[in-house]
């Protein structure tokens, strides 16, 4: 039972979201509490089918488009959220001596640094300062471009 459960989610603009909602297997309260405050009412989702989303569907009145991933024509509409998986993951291993509690801004970097994506390093680096700035936080960073 030691698993994380990290509700993830990507729209249509690419804007992407990830939070620490407990540990085991999602359940269906965790699903619509964690993703019924983000997805609009009558949009459309596109997911792997997992039970726990059937009362986020149905309370959000959701169009549901459903790829499990054994058949191999999911893999083109589930890339991008395979992706970000793998960012988490891979980010979740670099940190592995970080204490439990910081697990969700470790979330959070990996998120801010997909809305980076596409700018230029110096409006990265702009944006990166401007955000700490403000935050008033002392912020250590070990990455690599």
Request: glycine fraction near 8%; charged fraction near 25%.
């Amino acid at each position: 039972m030691n698993q994380l459960v990290i509700a993830v989610g990507i729209d249509g603009n690419n804007n992407r979201y990830a939070k620490l909602v407990g540990k085991g297997h999602i359940t269906s309260k965790q699903c619509l509490e964690s993703y019924g405050k983000h997805i609009e009412k009558g949009a459309h989702l596109i997911d792997d089918g997992t039970f726990s989303r059937d009362q986020l569907v149905r309370k959000l009145e959701l169009s549901d488009e459903t790829w499990k991933p054994i058949v191999k024509s999911s893999k083109k509409a589930m890339q991008p959220i395979n992706s970000f998986c793998a960012q988490i993951e891979r980010n979740l291993v670099k940190h592995i001596g970080g204490l439990s509690k910081y697990i969700q801004q470790y979330l959070d970097w990996v998120v801010f640094k997909n809305s980076l994506k596409g700018l230029t390093m110096k409006v990265e680096i702009d944006t990166l300062e401007e955000v700490c700035l403000k935050s008033g936080v002392t912020f250590r960073v070990k990455d690599r471009y």
